[in-house]
C-alpha cells in the first residue's frame, strides 16, 4: 500500500512540474531541463588538487570519498566554471560549496 501511495504522489508531483514548465509564462524562460532515474550513489577519490591535510580532517570524519557529483562539480569549480548542482537531501551539495574555499 505504501508503494501504491507513492507511486500517486510520483505522479502528482510530475503532473504538477509538467504543468508548471509547460505553461505559458515558464516555458519561454526554460533552456534545458534533464530529468534522471534515481540510483545509488557512485563514489570517487578526492582530486589530486585538494590539500591532502584536508583530505585527512575529512577521513578522519568519517568523509573518505565524495559522491561522484561532489567531484565533478568542485573538478568543474576548480576549472572556473560557474554550476548549479541539484541533488537530494543529505547528498553534500554543502561540501560542493564549501570544499572548493578551503583547498
Known amino acids: 500500500m505504501r508503494f501504491s501511495n507513492y507511486m500517486i ?13 509547460g505553461s505559458e509564462l515558464n516555458s519561454k ?10 540510483t545509488p550513489g557512485e563514489f570517487i577519490n578526492f582530486p589530486n588538487f585538494v590539500n591532502n591535510d584536508l583530505i585527512s580532517i575529512l577521513k578522519t570524519n568519517g568523509i573518505e ?11 568543474s569549480i576548480n576549472n572556473g566554471l560557474n554550476i548549479i548542482l541539484t541533488t537530494g537531501p543529505s547528498s553534500g551539495k554543502s561540501m560542493v560549496y564549501w570544499l572548493p574555499i578551503h583547498y
Do not use: C, G, M, P
Not at 505522479?11 to 514548465?21: A, G, L, N
Not at 570519498?65 to 573538478?75: E, G, N
Open 9 to 21: 504522489n510520483e505522479q502528482r508531483i510530475s503532473t504538477f512540474f509538467d504543468d508548471w514548465i
Open 65 to 75: 570519498r565524495l559522491y561522484k557529483h561532489q567531484f565533478d562539480a568542485i573538478t
Open 29 to 38: 524562460n526554460i533552456t534545458h531541463i534533464q530529468r534522471k532515474i534515481v
